[in-house]
Nanobody, 127 residues
Framework: QVQLVESGGGSVQAGGSLRLSCATS????????LGWFRQAPGKEREAVAT????????YYADSVKGRFTISRDAAKNTVSLQMDSLKLEDTAMYYC????????????????????WGQGTQVTVSS
């Protein structure tokens, strides 16, 4: 059983930065995956960034490449998302998720199949 609690959302002007953090509890083996997903009103949920529990193999959606950075601190049981150069279209509810399956041999974590989810934190970007 894995529990996830997000924090750090809020409101920011376009071009600004926010840092989301997700506290994880429960066992995560090194080849498990952690990810940040988001869902805007009227849109489907999309993967933003993923990383192996070991901290390796980061994946980013094209829409956030070069602006967002995912990082995993296994010692502190956290996964964070640094969001810079925020755009209006980044406005969404952001969710932290964990996939506890074994993913040995993969270069990147999958973006589907996550079996544990946090409650979400709202990010609002205004002009």
């Amino acid at each position: 059983q894995v529990q996830l609690v997000e924090s750090g959302g809020g409101s920011v002007q376009a071009g600004g930065s926010l840092r989301l953090s997700c506290a994880t509890s429960g066992y995560m083996h090194r080849s498990g995956c952690l990810g940040w997903f988001r869902q805007a009103p009227g849109k489907e949920r999309e993967a933003v960034a993923t990383v192996f529990s070991s901290g390796a193999g980061t994946y980013y959606a094209d829409s956030v490449k070069g602006r967002f950075t995912i990082s995993r601190d296994a010692a502190k049981n956290t996964v964070s998302l640094q969001m810079d150069s925020l755009k209006l279209e980044d406005t969404a509810m952001y969710y932290c998720a964990a996939d506890t399956r074994f993913h040995t041999g993969l270069r990147y974590c999958p973006i589907v199949g996550y079996n544990y989810w946090g409650q979400g934190t709202q990010v609002t970007v205004s002009s």
